[in-house]
């Protein structure tokens, strides 16, 4: 996820356990919704419920939304072409950080 994992060993553990807490945290929402869920309506989910999003900052061990969305898009930055997400922050402008 980030570039300095070459550099700092335990940046890269770091990053492979946010990786796998993040991967875990869309095979919940997945079991939790009964459905097959994309990464970018987890994406959506997390901004949509408050309760999900205080789940996965706890996971992450971060303070903030701005937090979860940079989490979200250093592990797929196409995320931010997607149709549907611009469609949905533009039409929930309050809640974008």
Do not use: W
């Amino acid at each position: 996820m980030h570039l300095t994992s070459a550099i700092n060993p335990s940046q890269s553990i770091i990053d492979r356990e946010s990786e796998h807490i993040l991967l875990s945290f869309c095979s919940f929402c997945t079991l939790l919704k009964g459905k097959k869920l994309s990464f970018q309506n987890v994406f959506i989910l997390a901004l949509q419920d408050e309760k999900l999003r205080s789940i996965l900052k706890e996971l992450l061990g971060v303070d903030s939304n701005y937090e979860i969305v940079k989490i979200f898009l250093e592990y797929d930055p196409t995320i931010t072409k997607s149709k549907y997400i611009t469609k949905y922050l533009n039409n929930n402008a309050r809640l974008c950080l």
